[in-house]
Each structure stands twice: as C-alpha cells, then as structure tokens.
T-cell receptor, first 115, second 113 residues
Framework: NAGVTQTPKFQVLKTGQSMTLQCAQDMNHNSMYWYRQDPGMGLRLIYYSASEGTTDKGEVPNGYNVSRLNKREFSLRLESAAPSQTSVYFC??????????????FGNGTRLTVT | QQQVKQSPQSLIVQKGGISIINCAYENTAFDYFPWYQQFPGKGPALLIAIRPDVSEKKEGRFTISFNKSAKQFSLHIMDSQPGDSATYFCAASTSGSARQLTFGSGTQLTVLP
C-alpha cells in the first residue's frame, strides 16, 4: 500500500522554467492538498481539492496552478519558476476535508531548487 | 492567517528524559489540535490529536496537555528514545477542517543515546 506518492523527489529549475509536480494517492481519499515547507515557517497550504472536480486556493497560491485530474491524482504546476519558490513541496490527502477524525496523509515531498 | 507559535525551535534531550514542546494560539475558535511527527526525508505523519473538551490525552509515551484558558497546548514525550529524534509540528484548526489547519514552525528534537 503506497499511500501518497510524489514525483519527482528532487528538481532543479532555472528562473522562468515551468514544471509540474505529480501526486497520486491509493487510499480512496476524497480531499487532496499541496503544501510548501520552508525553514522556520512550518507548512503552508498552497491549494486544495475538497473533492474530485473542485479546487480552491490556500494561504499561498500565487505563482501556482493545480489540476485534480481524477480522484487519485492532484498535480501542482509552476508556470514560471522564481527563486522564491525554492522549497520542499508536500502533497497530502484525507478522507474528507471537514471531519475531525480525518487526518492528513503526506507524501515524502519534492525538493525544488530554483536558480 | 491566524498564527500558532511553537517553541523551542530545537531541543536536545538525553535518552530516557522528558521532551516538552509548547504551542500557543490566539484564535479561540480553534477546536482541533493535532501534532505531526516528521523524520528526515519523509512527510509529516499524525502523531496524536486533542480536542478542547479534555485537558490531557495520552497515547503510549506521548501526551498532549491542553490549557484552554491560557490558549496553550504542549506535547510531552516521556522516556525519550533516539528513535524519537524528528521534527515535531503542532497545528490547530476550526471544526476539524484540514484546509484550515495552521501549523507551528516546528521543533527539531534530538535524543542523545
């Protein structure tokens, strides 16, 4: 049982390049999320998808777009990468978005460096 | 964005000692307080969570203490082990909403053998 799988694990981009981070979950969860983790700042929500077919902005959405491809997959796209987007990106999923006993399950992250 | 303030930033404890990590919040509407544990190279994983109808919750060596009047909650790790060395994040949300989770800045715990 793989849980939440993220690809790639590492990526280096030059300023202005674009890329898509992929995420897939095999737990039949309805809700999926993208976070970024920066030193001393905890985890900040970029975008989330409460259910298949819906997406909404989180705390720090600027410079990103998302696609909920199907129930399993939720991708994050950087259209024109900037050095400020250097971070570790985590995808997560939960059974629902609004239930106490519905914890987040995280992938192992993508470490992105933008030069 | 409501903040959750976590301290200390880093903590070093001897094997067998007690590790204590503290968090404080301002938003009195928060009603769900989980702690996540993250090992190097891995994503965070839920460790233990509490709701404000109880003042303490214990799971094995891990205990959350909650002080509603002071708007503070803390994680206690009893008999700390080297395998507990990880980064710990507190978080808070309203109505159990995952999208509304506000995370603390994290505490890097090192347990010396």
């Amino acid at each position: 049982n793989a849980g939440v799988t993220q690809t790639p694990k590492f990526q280096v981009l030059k300023t202005g390049q674009s890329m898509t981070l992929q995420c897939a979950q095999d737990m039949n969860h309805n809700s999926m999320y993208w976070y970024r983790q920066d030193p001393g700042m905890g985890l900040r929500l970029i975008y989330y998808s409460a259910s298949e077919g819906t997406t909404d902005k989180g705390e720090v959405p600027n410079g990103y777009n998302v696609s909920r491809l199907n129930k399993r997959e939720f991708s994050l796209r950087l259209e024109s990468a900037a050095p400020s987007q250097t971070s570790v990106y985590f995808c997560a999923s939960s059974m629902t978005e609004t239930k106490y006993n519905s914890p987040l399950h995280f992938g192992n992250g993508t470490r992105l460096t933008v030069t | 964005q409501q903040q959750v303030k976590q301290s200390p930033q880093s903590l070093i404890v001897q094997k067998g000692g007690i590790s204590i990590i503290n968090c404080a919040y301002e938003n009195t509407a928060f009603d769900y307080f989980p702690w996540y544990q993250q090992f190097p190279g891995k994503g965070p994983a839920l460790l233990i969570a509490i709701r404000p109808d109880v003042s303490e919750k214990k799971e094995g060596r891990f205990t959350i203490s909650f002080n509603k009047s002071a708007k503070q909650f803390s994680l206690h790790i009893m008999d700390s082990q080297p395998g507990d060395s990880a980064t710990y994040f507190c978080a808070a949300s309203t109505s159990g909403s995952a999208r509304q989770l506000t995370f603390g800045s994290g505490t890097q715990l090192t347990v010396l053998p």
